[in-house]
């Protein structure tokens, strides 16, 4: 399973056929073989080796994805990081890692100027810039120096196993440290051909994308195109007009979003039925959508709604285009091997209808969190992957969601756990206690929401507090919307924070 071999197989095989259509430029796959090696034979140049972690900090560009699939033929292990995060968000992650190249756009210089000196690791030509003009300062190299001594031709065969690791995607966890999802080659070939199976992608298909490819739900589409040697169309940014005018202009068939750019599009002026016509899958992913879309979706482009629940750790549920109707409501059922289990507490199967915690099993599951056994052996039991989550099967085996059990937030299709924002707020010296939870928000599907208890004699404003907590997270996407003041939090009989109380309270404000 070397998914490195993917590439040099279209180039070879479909070298004419379009493969990447981003920032205005086109490659078919023979070129983009060769720009694959190019910027693989330059990691190998810079020193790095099998194993070895390189971290991308870019928004969506040709440059990005070169940079999955270069590792994936070298063997060096890409992490994807969101240029979203501020410099302690970076440091934390970068160190965690192990990374010894960085290869970010040159917008992030001032950054990473600021936290080189804390990441010791990453050698002083290692810090790499794309679209640097020259007035970075010293010790950075242009993406453009970096590649140029790199040749076209493949790299040296790496060897690959099955196990050999692909990347590492990063989830906050509840206890606030960074947890690094690790997928290898396996993983990665399963998501190729369970999704291209699943959603019908084909090599003649035609995927858009126009969210961030740092996150792992891109990969639902991502990995599936480059296993059948598709058509992908990559927007740099979420553009709701450029979104229709290319599906028109290109024929996409396969498109993935989150809820609030589905809404984005469905209200947009330029929207017309006809002008989507040639999509096959029109897919929710990231929350859950309204039900009302979901049912004016399958009246005005019937018979192309997918929806997908699942978890980076390697779990997941496929609502297909047929059963949309049929199962409205439901987040589909697990596709072929893949299997679905509810807990109780006590580990025993829930009866249909009975409301339990949702365990699956998938080829899809990760190995573990970097570095972390204790945590994966909190999350993987048994074989059994424990989500977190509450949901229930109906008779016919389809889920249904409930509850998040960890109390994320899912905004903009990002997963946000309120314990990272929490310890934040609650290092404010007015501030004596905080719980963060999500509310629903049409652009975003959710946003975080912060209620307080403030010590004796504090001043501070609702207002000011909103504006403090959001000057310290981490990732712009952690940045709260509102602060809530109470005298003391509601609790239940053991003391524990009633977070549903206090977001249901929020909601009839």
């Known amino acids: 399973m070397d998914m490195g071999s993917l590439p040099a197989r279209h180039g070879r095989y479909r070298g004419e056929h379009p493969a990447l259509i981003s920032g205005g430029r086109q490659l078919n796959w023979r070129e983009f073989d060769a720009a694959i090696n190019r910027l693989a034979n330059a990691l190998l140049a810079a020193g790095l080796r099998k194993g070895d972690k390189f971290a991308t900090v870019l928004p969506n560009c040709q440059e990005l994805m070169l940079a999955y699939w270069a590792g994936a033929k070298t063997g060096c292990v890409i992490v994807p990081m969101s240029p979203l995060l501020q410099d302690n968000g970076l440091v934390s992650l970068l160190t965690d890692s192990d990374a010894k190249l960085v290869l970010g756009h040159a917008s992030f210089a001032a950054t990473f100027e600021r936290i080189r000196d804390r990441l010791p690791l990453v050698k002083a030509d290692c810090w790499i810039l794309l679209g640097a003009g020259g007035e970075e300062g010293p010790g950075f190299q242009p993406y453009e120096t970096f590649i140029a001594s790199g040749s076209t031709a493949a790299p040296p065969d790496a060897s690959l196993t099955d196990a050999d690791e692909f990347n590492i995607m990063y989830s906050s966890g509840t206890t606030g440290l960074p947890k690094g999802i690790v997928h290898n080659h396996y993983v990665r070939a399963m998501y190729c051909m369970i999704f291209a199976s699943s959603f019908r992608i084909t090599p003649e298909s035609v995927v858009l994308h126009a969210g961030s490819i740092v996150f792992n739900g891109c990969m639902v589409d991502l990995m599936p195109w480059m296993f059948v040697g598709g058509t992908y169309v990559l927007h740099e940014s979420f553009d709701a007009g450029r979104v229709i005018a290319d599906i028109d202009r290109y024929k996409v068939t396969h498109i993935v979003l989150v809820p609030a750019q589905i809404t984005a599009i469905l209200d947009h002026p330029d929207y017309a039925p006809a002008k989507l016509a040639s999509l096959e899958m029109l897919h929710n992913l990231g929350a859950p959508l309204h039900r009302c879309i979901k049912e004016r979706i399958n009246a005005e482009l019937p018979g192309r709604f997918y929806e997908l629940y699942g978890l980076t750790e390697g779990f997941m549920t496929v609502l297909d285009k047929h059963d949309s109707i049929r199962k409205l409501g439901s987040v589909g059922c697990p596709p072929p091997f893949m299997q679905i289990s509810i807990r109780r507490d006590d580990d025993s199967e829930c009866a249909p209808g009975e409301v339990g915690e949702i365990c699956g099993r998938s080829p899809c599951l990760m190995p573990g969190y970097y570095k972390r056994p204790d945590l994966t052996a909190q999350a993987i039991r048994d ?127």
């Open 383 to 509: 074989g059994w992957l424990h989500t977190g989550d509450a949901g229930y099967l109906d008779e016919e085996g389809y889920l249904f969601l409930v509850d998040r059990i960890k109390d994320m937030i899912i905004t903009g299709g990002v997963n946000v756990y309120p314990f990272d924002i929490e310890k934040i707020i609650a290092s404010h010296p007015e501030v004596r206690e905080a719980a963060v939870f999500g509310v629903q928000d049409e652009k975003w599907g959710e946003v975080a929401v912060a209620a307080v208890t403030l010590r004796d004699g504090a001043q501070s404003s609702a207002a000011e507090l909103v504006e403090w907590t959001n000057a310290r997270v981490d990732a712009k996407f952690q940045r709260i919307k509102d602060v809530i003041v109470y005298d003391e939090f509601p609790r239940n009989v053991a003391g524990k924070t009633l977070k549903r109380e206090m977001r249901s309270s929020y909601h009839r404000e």
